[in-house]
Structures are given as structure tokens and as C-alpha cells.
């Protein structure tokens, strides 16, 4: 007789990464670094709400991606003692989708909107009223017979997240109590962030190797913890097992972050964007194409950063690279027009 097997599915690289970014989230906003202004009017709220034995304010919480959005909204139902509902814009593209999670939440518990700013406009008319009135209209029947029923909601508390607030409509963006515009962290911080995540790893790691990988991380703490990971990989495959400089150095070479914290992906744009285009201007799809990229992944994954630092201009023609970006390419830019060799 044959023997039952059992089939093993190994998890994918994005669960293992997730679920290592997850076991070094904060749990407690005492914990949580950085974010020093939003966190202390964030701390008054929630303590306010716990004295009064009240559901606080609805949160909105916005600012670039791996800041601590998603850790803010877990440590909220953390602080409140209650347990997290957790979505997304994307999922939610029907009213009845979005109804069918209002009514099943229970009194004062939070509920997560991840890039709320993309939720489907028949959605959005339904938590304008649930968020306001804790109430959401059933309709029932189609047509000229179709009624509407309205369902009581307990208290509840949404938290909602975005990286582009400018796409928040004004009628949702005014029902939330409280707002946090979360910052890039300076290098300082993102050091204290290191220095937490590595002894939740159980690593040492050394006070020039949290500088070094501080300052490549972009001002970002999801990055920071991922190079981290990957300095500690290479310590373990090809070091001695210390966290220091040297291997920090080698590490970040081999995962192609270099000293600004650009990436291939960065290097391929400001490249092209001088070898091909003699510096630009040239427009964001032609560019995407060059690389090999999608519009959007040029656009909110590269462009940001590289403006930031000064290495890409956006102007009305299209986007431009800076004295800056030809410098840090090694490469020397082309005449100015008019000016002649001498």
C-alpha cells in the first residue's frame, strides 16, 4: 500500500522578509524611535481616550513608504488593549466589500487602511458616514424598490495610511481627528534603530558599522533593518561573524548600496539619464524604458531619493541630472550651450 505524503511549500522570499521585518517592529509607542513630534501628540490622544474610557479619534498616518506607518497602527491597538483590523485601498474596489468588514468589528477595536488614498469612490461614501455617524445603509432590493436599511456600528477607531496625502479626498481627509506626517529619520536615529534590531538578532554590532549602514539607508528605517540582515549574512558566510566596519563595507558592495545609499536601480537611472540623454530633459516613460522599468517604479521608487539628495531635477521639459549626479557617476557633464572650448 502506497504511503500518504505530505507536500511542503516552502515559504517565498517576500513572507520571509516580511516576517523578519515583523519581528523587529516596536511594540509599544515608548519603544518607537524617532517620529519624536508626531509620537508625543500621538501619546496624548491615545492616553486621553484610555482616561476617558472613550474610542480616540480617527488617525491618519502619511509620509513615504517603510517609515513606520504599519507600526504605528499596531502599537495603536497595542496602547488601547485591543485587537487590529488589517486592509488595504486596493482590496476594497465594492461599497458591500468594505460594508462587510465594518459590521463585523467589535466595539473599540482598530481598523487599518493601508493607502486608503485608493479606495474605490462607492467605498469611500460609505466610511465617510461609518466614520462620522458608526453607521453603515444596507441596501436591499434593486431598481425603484431597492430601500436602504441602516445598520449600527459599535464604536470603533480607523487608522488609516498613505503615501501620497495629496490624493486623500478633502471629505475623508476631514473626518480623521488626528493627523501624523511622518519623516525621513536622520542618521542619529536610524543608528538607535540598528543598535535595537541587532540585539533583537541577537548580533553585535559595532558603532562604526551602524554609522556606515546609517548612512546608506536612505533615511529609512525599513531599509536600514534590511541591510542589516544582509551585513549579518555576510558575516556569517564570508567573515569572522562580527558585525564591524570592514564587514559592513564589503557587505553593502556585494548588495550594490553605495555610499549615498543608491541602489542599482538609482545608478541605472542617473546613467542613463547622462550616457543616453546627455543629461536630460527627457520624459519619465522614455527613461523608464531605457532601464528596463515600469513608469511607476521609476517614478516612486527612484525618483524621490535622487531628488532628495540633488542628483535629479523634475522640470516642465522632464527630468534632469544635476552637477551633483554627473560627480558621483565620475563622469564630466557636457559643455553648457554657447560655451566654447578653450
Given at each position: 500500500?502506497?504511503?500518504?505524503?505530505?507536500?511542503?511549500?516552502?515559504?517565498?522570499?517576500?513572507?520571509?522578509?516580511?516576517?523578519?521585518?515583523?519581528?523587529?517592529?516596536?511594540?509599544?509607542?515608548?519603544?518607537?524611535?524617532?517620529?519624536?513630534?508626531?509620537?508625543?501628540?500621538?501619546?496624548?490622544?491615545?492616553?486621553?481616550?484610555?482616561?476617558?474610557?472613550?474610542?480616540?479619534?480617527?488617525?491618519?498616518?502619511?509620509?513615504?513608504?517603510?517609515?513606520?506607518?504599519?507600526?504605528?497602527?499596531?502599537?495603536?491597538?497595542?496602547?488601547?488593549?485591543?485587537?487590529?483590523?488589517?486592509?488595504?485601498?486596493?482590496?476594497?474596489?465594492?461599497?458591500?466589500?468594505?460594508?462587510?468588514?465594518?459590521?463585523?468589528?467589535?466595539?473599540?477595536?482598530?481598523?487599518?487602511?493601508?493607502?486608503?488614498?485608493?479606495?474605490?469612490?462607492?467605498?469611500?461614501?460609505?466610511?465617510?458616514?461609518?466614520?462620522?455617524?458608526?453607521?453603515?445603509?444596507?441596501?436591499?432590493?434593486?431598481?425603484?424598490?431597492?430601500?436602504?436599511?441602516?445598520?449600527?456600528?459599535?464604536?470603533?477607531?480607523?487608522?488609516?495610511?498613505?503615501?501620497?496625502?495629496?490624493?486623500?479626498?478633502?471629505?475623508?481627509?476631514?473626518?480623521?481627528?488626528?493627523?501624523?506626517?511622518?519623516?525621513?529619520?536622520?542618521?542619529?536615529?536610524?543608528?538607535?534603530?540598528?543598535?535595537?534590531?541587532?540585539?533583537?538578532?541577537?548580533?553585535?554590532?559595532?558603532?562604526?558599522?551602524?554609522?556606515?549602514?546609517?548612512?546608506?539607508?536612505?533615511?529609512?528605517?525599513?531599509?536600514?533593518?534590511?541591510?542589516?540582515?544582509?551585513?549579518?549574512?555576510?558575516?556569517?558566510?564570508?567573515?569572522?561573524?562580527?558585525?564591524?566596519?570592514?564587514?559592513?563595507?564589503?557587505?553593502?558592495?556585494?548588495?550594490?548600496?553605495?555610499?549615498?545609499?543608491?541602489?542599482?536601480?538609482?545608478?541605472?537611472?542617473?546613467?542613463?539619464?547622462?550616457?543616453?540623454?546627455?543629461?536630460?530633459?527627457?520624459?519619465?516613460?522614455?527613461?523608464?524604458?531605457?532601464?528596463?522599468?515600469?513608469?511607476?517604479?521609476?517614478?516612486?521608487?527612484?525618483?524621490?531619493?535622487?531628488?532628495?539628495?540633488?542628483?535629479?531635477?523634475?522640470?516642465?521639459?522632464?527630468?534632469?541630472?544635476?552637477?551633483?549626479?554627473?560627480?558621483?557617476?565620475?563622469?564630466?557633464?557636457?559643455?553648457?550651450?554657447?560655451?566654447?572650448?578653450l
Amino acid at each position: 500500500m502506497a504511503e500518504a505524503t505530505e507536500r511542503v511549500v516552502a515559504p517565498g522570499a517576500d513572507d520571509l522578509e516580511r516576517a523578519a521585518e515583523a519581528a523587529l517592529r516596536p511594540r509599544r509607542l515608548d519603544e518607537f524611535v524617532g517620529q519624536r513630534v508626531v509620537r508625543d501628540q500621538l501619546s496624548l490622544v491615545l492616553d486621553a481616550a484610555v482616561g476617558r474610557g472613550a474610542t480616540p479619534d480617527h488617525v491618519l498616518l502619511s509620509g513615504p513608504p517603510g517609515l513606520g506607518k504599519t507600526t504605528l497602527a499596531m502599537i495603536i491597538a497595542a496602547e488601547l488593549a485591543t485587537s487590529l483590523r488589517v486592509t488595504s485601498g486596493p482590496a476594497i474596489q465594492h461599497a458591500g466589500d468594505l460594508a462587510a468588514v465594518l459590521s463585523s468589528l467589535e466595539e473599540g477595536e482598530v481598523l487599518f487602511i493601508d493607502e486608503i488614498h485608493r479606495l474605490a469612490r462607492p467605498a469611500e461614501e460609505l466610511l465617510y458616514v461609518a466614520m462620522e455617524d458608526f453607521r453603515v445603509d444596507v441596501v436591499v432590493g434593486k431598481g425603484a424598490g431597492a430601500s436602504a436599511i441602516p445598520l449600527s456600528l459599535p464604536p470603533f477607531t480607523v487608522v488609516g495610511a498613505t503615501t501620497r496625502a495629496g490624493l486623500l479626498p478633502a471629505p475623508l481627509r476631514d473626518r480623521f481627528g488626528f493627523t501624523g506626517h511622518l519623516d525621513f529619520y536622520s542618521d542619529d536615529e536610524l543608528e538607535r534603530v540598528l543598535v535595537r534590531s541587532a540585539g533583537l538578532l541577537g548580533v553585535e554590532l559595532g558603532a562604526d558599522a551602524a554609522g556606515e549602514i546609517a548612512s546608506r539607508s536612505r533615511g529609512t528605517p525599513r531599509i536600514a533593518n534590511r541591510l542589516l540582515r544582509r551585513v549579518r549574512d555576510w558575516a556569517q558566510v564570508r567573515g569572522d561573524g562580527r558585525l564591524d566596519l570592514a564587514a559592513a563595507r564589503a557587505a553593502l558592495e556585494v548588495y550594490e548600496v553605495d555610499a549615498l545609499g543608491l541602489d542599482r536601480l538609482d545608478r541605472a537611472v542617473l546613467r542613463a539619464l547622462c550616457t543616453r540623454f546627455g543629461g536630460g530633459p527627457v520624459g519619465l516613460t522614455t527613461l523608464a524604458v531605457t532601464v528596463g522599468e515600469e513608469p511607476e517604479t521609476v517614478e516612486t521608487v527612484a525618483e524621490p531619493f535622487l531628488v532628495r539628495e540633488g542628483l535629479m531635477g523634475r522640470t516642465p521639459r522632464g527630468r534632469v541630472a544635476t552637477p551633483a549626479a554627473w560627480a558621483h557617476l565620475g563622469l564630466t557633464p557636457p559643455p553648457l550651450p554657447g560655451q566654447l572650448d578653450l
